[in-house]
Every structure is written in C-alpha cells, then in structure tokens.
C-alpha cells in the first residue's frame, strides 16, 4: 500500500503544478484587463466550470475501465490547458484555457484517488492512505502559488503558465514507469442504476453537501489569498504568493490529523471543525489593518480550519460507498464538491465589489462573512443529513473495520 500510495501523491504534486497559478497572478492580471473583482473571480470560477462538466463522465468511467487510463488522459489535458492560458489574449480565452485545465484535473485527481482505493481495498490502513493522498492536493496547491510567483518575478505570467506545462507531462511519465497496471475487472451495473444507489443513501448525501460547502470556503480562500494578504499584510518581509503558498502547507498535516480525530465519529468532529472556521472567517476579515503579523496569524489558523475536515469527509465517503459504484459517488460527490469551488471564488469576488471594492476593509469583511455563513450551511446540511442513528459504516463493509456492521439505512429520495 505505502508503494503505491507514495507514487500516486507524487504524481498528484506533478499534476497540480498549474492549479494555483492563476490565483498567485490574480492582481497581476486583474490590473492588465482592467478587470472588476466579480470578472476576476468568474476567471478563476472557469477551473471548476471545467471540472464539473468533466468529472461525472470521467469520475464514473472508471468503474468500467481502468482509472489509470483515465488519469494518464488527464495529464495530457492538463498540460494543454497551460499552454492554452500563456497563449490567452483575454479574460475570455483565459476562461476556456481555464476550464480546460479543470477538465484535466478531473481526469487527475479522482481517478487517481480511485486507482488507490482499488489498490488498497482490504487493507486496514486504506482511510489513511486516503488521507494522505487527498492531503497531497494542499502540497501541489502550495507548490504551484510559489513556483508561479517566483517565474512571474523573473519573466512574466506566461511564462509561468507555460512551465506549469511540464509538471502534468512528468506525471504521466512517473505513472507510467513506476506504477504497472493493476488487475481490473468492469463492474457490470448500469450508470443510472449506479447513481440510484449513490443518491438514496442519506449519509452519502450528507458527506456530499458537506464538501460543497468546504469547496465553496476552500476554493474561494484560495483564489482570493494572494490579491488579500497584498491589501491586509503590506509591508510583509515576503511576497504575497509566497506567504500564501507556506500558509497552504499547513494543510496536509491539517487534514491528516483531522481525519485520525475523526475516525468513528467523523459527522460530528466535522460540525465542530465547520463551526470553528465560521468564527475564523469573520476573525480573518476583522483583522484586516491589524498589522501583516496579526492578519497572517488569523489567517493561518482560519486555513487549518478549513482543511481539518477535507480527508474526514473523503475518507466517510469512501467507506459509506458500495463497491461496485464508487466510482460513482465520486464523480457525483466531486461534482457537488467543485460546484461549491466554482460559485465560491465568484461569490466572493461579487461581495468584494458589493462592499466597495478591493481596495476597502469592509469589503474584505464582507466577503469573509459570507464565507462564514457558507460554513455554517454546512453544519446544518450534515446536522439534517449526515449518518443517522450513527456515524458508522454500511452493513456492506469496510476493509479493515472490526466492528459489528450497521444495518443499511432505508431507501430515501435525496432532496437537494
């Protein structure tokens, strides 16, 4: 298991290289298209257009075909949405490129979760190597904030985008050498019938409202970081991008150990941890003139917050889902998930504008308020859906879990 997941993280590092470029450049290009806060965050909002359109296809196929085929595929995209957006004229052609690169990443990072969940199935450490592939994603975010602030500096943004291109390209190969294909056998259900059993079963539900709104907080943190620490913490001894990136490392640790605290009881450690980065969001937009120490103290936290419950909220999805449509119920809970990533960064830039402009606190106030409220949602999706009478796994098992099975829930029809 400790090979395999290994070479996937790695991988998934490689494959993000040109994830957080477009946020580490947002002012940058902000000022170069004149653009307002609201265009800058549909911009960043077109990644995850991308990925939502691309992932229940992508997602679910790899319950029929290996989901090694479907990430080496994703690599290929991934590197031309690069190219794309270092070629792009405009906020409009930045958008296609953009979405193009969600469409990449949908090819990358569930199937790749997907590839180590088949390779690890009856092990009894499976949720976390689980956690520590999902955590992954906050490394390569942090990677690609810095590695695209530190190129812009030297050359210029498209320059850094073109760069980002290698990282993709140097997954696929690393995939393709250090990881042989494993045994794969299609599972015979029907899509419809797959997406049935996905969306009757409560705690699924819960698990995929609840990382919506995560995404939503996430994702809109994320794009905005950079432009927010450049207005709250002038006079910083280190660039914007580059603060952003050492905050987004607190991440993995973060959601490892979240998801060790989680562990049997993970709905209702998920509740507190939400209810926490509610209070942080409203912290983080209060701080704003507090100094660049405070603001990126109160920030630091407010990212720990938010990354507390990313792998306890994978890892209940993943033993909540029957085998034969967990491909499934990732595309599906990948599709909900990054639904909240794009209306998230757009939303947030709306509130910005609403307040005033980025130029003013109680804009940036504003926009983490809302944030907050976001969180709190979250609380009250899991509170009404999630894992009733108990948190724990369905009656059709888990590898690795010794206690007595719960019976299944009965059938229900999911509400949105």
Known sequence: ??????????????????FSTY?????????????????????????????????????????????????????LVLTAGSIAFAAAPGPAPAMLAHALLGAGLAGTYM?????????????????RGIAFYTSTFGIGSSLSLWTAGAIQSHFDWRAAFAISAAGPIAAAALILIALPAAPFTPKPASRRSLFS?????????????????HCWELF??????????????????????T?????????????????????????RVVRVIMAAGAALACATGLATGMGAVTVIAVTSVYVLAIMADSAALTAGLIEASPPEARGTAMAVYSFFGFGG?????????????????????????LAFAGLAAVSLAGVAA???????????????????????????????TARS
């Open 1 to 18: 298991m400790l090979y395999a997941a290994t070479i996937l993280c790695v991988a998934e590092v490689l494959t993000m290289t040109g």
């Open 23 to 75: 946020a580490a450049l947002l002012p940058v290009l902000r000022a170069e298209w004149q653009a307002s806060n609201t265009l800058a965050g549909a911009v960043s909002g077109a990644f995850f257009a991308g990925y939502m359109i691309a992932v229940p296809a992508l997602a679910s196929l790899t319950d029929r075909i290996a989901a090694r085929r479907v990430y080496l595929a994703g690599c």
């Open 111 to 127: 199937p790749g979760l997907k590839e180590l969940s088949d390779r690890t199935a009856g092990h009894p450490r499976q949720a």
């Open 197 to 213: 059993l996905v969306l009757r079963d409560r705690r699924i539900v819960g698990y995929i409202t609840g990382y919506a709104a």
């Open 220 to 241: 809109a943190v994320r794009s905005w970081i950079v432009a927010f620490l450049g207005f709250a913490a002038p006079g910083a001894r280190l660039s914007a991008p």
């Open 243 to 267: 603060i952003a990136a050492i905050i987004n490392l607190l991440g993995p640790p973060a959601s490892i150990s979240g998801n060790e605290i989680a562990s049997g009881r993970r709905v």
């Open 341 to 365: 990533a794009l209306v998230g960064p757009i939303t947030f830039g709306a509130l910005l504008d609403a307040g005033g402009g980025a130029a003013l606190r109680r804009a940036w106030i």
């Open 382 to 412: 899991l509170t009404s859906r999630a894992a009733r009478p108990s948190d724990r796994p369905a009656s059709r098992g888990v590898p690795g879990d010794s206690r007595p099975a719960a019976p299944p829930p009965p059938a229900r």
